[in-house]
């Protein structure tokens, strides 16, 4: 997480614990990654690759891409979500998918299918709520945590279902699709434009080093996602294109028979995203929840992100079926869901200073507008009606929030680590 002098700039991407990169081993300690082994084989037989390929290589070789070898939510990882941040935030999707299940008639079966659940966490946190928001609502959701990287669970079975999947392997769903950080984590094509035009950023290797390359774009989509920009790009102007959203929007859709399309992470609308303000794009990569800005380091070992294009995701939503209801900042979102009244809560709730003052700081960290607060929540619907967030609020539910587990990250030791023993 950023200091205090830097509160008022806007969420730079992935939320970690330290203001700024640390020497630290290339590789993670250890030799070249699989990911690096078969990155570098693919340049000696093609010369060079696109850039979505190599960090397609980093995050997701089978044998050793980040997020396949486990990637890295939490204090000891890289960086830590909204769900891993504190329970308040599953509980209060707990409440919206409640809502939503009611604005659908009430239907015996409600699926909400999370894609790019990572560890689980808020698949976890949602169940745990949802149990105890009605019989009828807990018997008729299901809820299923999809992830590309992630083995079904073999320990006890949770109360989800786990699918290992990219992609939504299902159909004729009659609920919800939710994503949190999933967007930002898709590979990206790079650019940089000259003489008007993009010219595609490839990866190659010159005297052992693992360097960029323009040259010709490998696709024309490249070109016609930035011809639909409302502004010109200046020469130099360097940025990414996220080239998987539209095949995405299109299989969340086809599998979407009646309900919502719910996206939560940090990104922007097109104006702000391709503007002067970003002339280098917004990628950047994590390693123990210090970012750094070289995705040649550490392959495989480290996460590499970047901004979530929702102009992009609405374009490419609309084409594919999908009616934009609301696009709020995650702060306003959950204030609608009725986090404020929690915080206050929390406030008088009868428990320990120390835990009192960790649960408070992490529920704020949820709508801190220069940290996850600042993340955006997009959601979309099909067949409902509804086209207005108000729609979508929940009658008021359980007065006090859950309270935070060692399941989730302790923000307040990470960030003051003498607060814990001092105030308790
Ligand atoms: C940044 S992590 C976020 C994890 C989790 N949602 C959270 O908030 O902690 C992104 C996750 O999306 C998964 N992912 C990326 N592309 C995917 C796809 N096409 N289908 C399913 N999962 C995907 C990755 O494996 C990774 O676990």
């Given amino acids: 997480m950023k200091g205090a002098d830097e509160r008022i700039r806007p969420p730079q991407g992935r939320t970690g614990l330290r203001q700024a990169d640390a020497p630290m081993h290339e590789n993670g300690g250890s030799s070249a990654s699989a990911a690096e082994l078969e990155i570098r084989a693919r340049i000696a037989r093609h010369g060079r690759i696109a850039f979505a390929e190599f960090m397609q290589l980093a995050l997701y070789h089978p044998a050793g891409g980040y997020y396949s070898r486990g990637g890295a939510v939490g204090a000891d990882g890289d960086y830590f979500t909204s769900p891993s941040a504190h329970p308040a935030f599953g509980a209060l999707i707990a409440a919206q998918l409640r809502r939503m299940w009611e604005i659908l008639g009430r239907p015996a079966v409600f699926h909400a299918v999370e894609m790019g659940a990572g560890s689980g966490r808020l698949a976890a946190d949602v169940s745990a709520r949802a149990a105890g928001l009605g019989p009828d609502f807990a018997a008729a959701l299901r809820y299923i945590a999809i992830d590309r990287s992630r083995p079904v669970s073999r320990g006890k079975a949770p109360p989800f279902h786990r699918i290992a999947a990219a992609g939504a392997p299902l159909g004729r769903v009659a609920g919800c699709f939710i994503s949190n950080e999933l967007v930002d984590a898709f590979p990206v094509h790079r650019f940089v434009t000259r003489d008007g035009k993009p010219r595609e950023i490839y990866v190659t290797e010159r005297r052992g080093e693992l360097v960029e390359e323009p040259a010709e774009p490998s696709t024309p989509a490249l070109a016609q ?181 060692e399941e989730h990250v302790p923000l307040m030791e990470g960030r003051y680590p003498h607060a814990a023993w001092e105030l308790g």
């Fill in 225 to 405: 996602r930035l011809d639909r920009l409302p502004h010109r790009l200046p020469d130099g102007r360097r940025g990414e294109v996220n080239l998987e959203i539209g095949p995405w929007m299109a299989e969340v859709s086809e599998a979407l028979e009646r309900g919502f399309v719910v996206t939560i992470d940090y990104g922007r609308l097109e104006r702000e995203l391709y503007s002067e303000t970003r002339p280098r794009g917004t990628l950047q990569t994590y390693y123990r929840h210090a970012p750094g800005s070289s995705p040649y380091r550490r392959v495989g070992c480290q996460d590499i992100t970047s901004h979530a294009d929702f102009s992009e995701i609405l374009h490419q939503g609309r084409r594919a079926g999908l009616n934009a209801v609301a696009f709020a900042s995650q702060a306003d979102y959950l204030r609608m869901l009725g986090i404020e009244r929690w915080i206050q809560a929390l406030r008088t709730a009868p428990i320990r200073q120390t835990e009192r003052h960790a649960n408070l700081m992490a529920m704020r960290q949820l709508v801190d507008p220069s940290g996850l607060g600042g993340f955006n929540v997009l959601v979309q619907e099909k067949g409902t009606g509804v086209d207005d967030l108000s729609s979508l609020a929940p009658a008021p539910g359980a007065a006090s929030p859950p309270l935070l587990t």
